[in-house]
């Protein structure tokens, strides 16, 4: 594993027990995650230094924007990115905004106020940022589009995410592969639930697994009996787990209880796969086991896929994620105009593409760095997860995260 990114895991445990003292944002941040004491201490002895260190990032201020601590994932970028700048010299300005739109524009514009020089923002609606970052814009403020694409401003330069079509079509691909559909005429019946329609992910990734499986649905080997195809119908606001539960439930209820066999529930990610996975054990009258897709690896769903009750997950390392941003936002800061050479310069060790087709955001493509997500299941945990650095092991073989 890069040493750099090593460095940015082990290093991002310790910063999670500061992480209530350096962001500002109400409630949300009354939930920082537990640090891991092994590798806080190891972060000590690794001071590693990425190759694209900028010499004069000392006195700049990265403002950093993350949706809420509510949402496992987001706990864990918002640590790898403080930490990555930091260890670069860099002052940062971390918010959590509580799932709360209105409070993340209120937060933004602190940040302006405080004459940030970057700003780094995971939108919570993608639609809801446009006046906020015109006034960045207005100020000189470069923003970095994280994770999510912020719609309709020309204010953001850089959108830094996964391929989130690719998650999608992995799912979805899982799912063919398990059935075996190719060859298996079932019909095997499948439910699906998305994410939040104003995260502009979402989308991708419903239509990423769909594509993949409309061909069997359209063969009658795969049947939907809720009849809940298309996105909106399926999709969970704010990603919210008892959101999920709930849907999933009244369906169980209306098209499941005289023993009609569930044999897939095809989750966008965990918070949803999670809410999924209580409804099934709660309300679901058959003995099977249902094939559960999710994304991210939240600790609660690797504990269930230990214990048999998830099957898959897609796992974005967002500690690489946090890496890309930081060169990215150096060059910028720098006065460079970073291009598909920022992957070669940083030399990372990990697979980043430069698009400049994919993510038009309304205003126009925005030139997007992408990494590659990674299929997770009971039989690589270890190999996927423990052995890179990103999570650790306890004895009764669950896995927790670093950072
Ligand atoms: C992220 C996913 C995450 C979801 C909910 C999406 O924008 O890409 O990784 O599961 O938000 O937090």
Known sequence: MNKKVISALLAASMMTTMLAGCASGGSDNAAATDASTTAATEAAADTESTD????????????????????????????????????????????????????QNNDIEGLIADNVDLLVVA???????????????????????????I??????????????????QLQGQFVADQLDLENQDGPFNIEFTAGDPADNNAGFFFNGAVDVLQPYIDAGKLVVPSGQTKFDQVATAQWDTATAMKRFQNI???YYSDGTQLDVALCSNDSTALGVTQAIESDYAGSNQVLITGQDGDEANLKNIVDGKQ??????????????????ATAMLNGETPDATL???????????????????????????????????KDNLDDA??????????SDGYLHPVG
Do not use: H
């Open 52 to 103: 694209a260190a900028p010499a004069d990032s000392t006195g700049k201020t990265v403002g950093i924007s993350m949706p809420t601590k509510s949402l496992e994932r987001w706990n864990r970028d918002g640590s790898y990115l403080q930490k990555q700048f930091e260890d670069k010299g860099y002052k940062v300005e971390l918010t959590y905004s509580d799932n709360k739109s209105a409070q």
């Open 123 to 149: 939108a919570i609606d993608g639609e809801a940022l446009s006046q906020v970052l015109d006034e960045a814009k207005d100020a000189g403020i470069p923003v970095i589009s994280y994770d999510r694409l």
């Open 151 to 168: 719609m309709n401003t020309d204010a953001i330069s850089y959108y830094v995410s996964f391929d989130n079509y690719t998650v999608g």
């Open 252 to 254: 169980l209820g209306s």
């Open 311 to 328: 099957t898959m997950t897609v796992y974005k390392a967002v500690a690489n994620e946090a890496v890309v941003t930081l060169d990215l």
């Open 343 to 377: 992957i070669d310069k940083s030399g990372w060790d990990f697979d980043c593409s430069y698009d400049t087709t994919s993510y038009d955001n309304g205003t126009g493509i925005i030139p997007s760095y992408l990494l590659v997500p990674t299929v997770v299941t």
């Open 385 to 394: 997860l423990v052995t890179p650095g990103y999570y650790t092991k306890d």
